[in-house]
């Protein structure tokens, strides 16, 4: 491979790829360097275990998305950017909350998230002092995640624009 980024881009797709047709507790690192036409010692290079490639996969692919801070960027633009990309590669973050359990999703995603909500709320200065902030910040989080987790599972049946339509209202209600 070309360089550091592509290869880590290549195990990530050979990842996404076994999980198609095995748990992730089933999956080797053979079964992952297979499926994506990479060496053993070179996944070794780039990660110590496929616990490491999975962090790596939700930092690259989720944090973007919540790291964005651009200005006039909007909660709904951010929310539905999110659950789309959660939607582009479904079965695989469904197979690992499957078998990692919501704990690993949530602590990977979770300071990414609560800044993004914290960087929104800054721009209303003056509404709430710094410590509503960052509880704000915190409860909007753990509230994203948590409904992130619920449709990933298929416990929610809509499309991210539904659900952030429907947040909207519920957000805005007196």
């Known amino acids: 491979m070309a360089n550091s980024e592509q290869t880590k881009r290549a195990l990530a797709e050979g990842l996404k ?10 999956i080797t690192v053979a079964d992952i360097t297979e499926c994506s036409e990479v060496s053993r010692n070179t996944f070794y290079y780039h990660f110590r275990d496929k616990q490491e490639l999975v962090d790596w996969i ?9 790291r964005d801070s651009r200005p006039g960027r909007t909660w709904n633009e951010a929310l539905t ?8 590669s479904r079965v695989f973050y469904a197979g690992i909350l499957r078998n990692q359990g919501q704990d690993r999703f949530s602590s990977c995603l979770f300071e990414d998230c609560s800044q993004m909500v914290s960087s929104l709320l800054a721009r209303r200065p003056g509404e709430l002092s710094l410590a509503e902030q960052e509880m704000a910040a915190r409860f909007y989080a753990h509230a994203v995640i948590g409904l992130a987790m619920d449709w990933i599972r298929g416990d929610t049946q809509a499309e991210p624009e539904e659900i952030v339509t429907m947040l909207q209202k519920l957000i805005n209600r007196r």
């Open 58 to 66: 939700f930092h690259t692919d989720l944090g973007p998305v919540l």
């Open 17 to 26: 790829t076994a999980l198609r047709s095995q748990e992730f507790d089933q």
């Open 81 to 88: 950017e999110l659950l789309a990309r959660l939607q582009r």
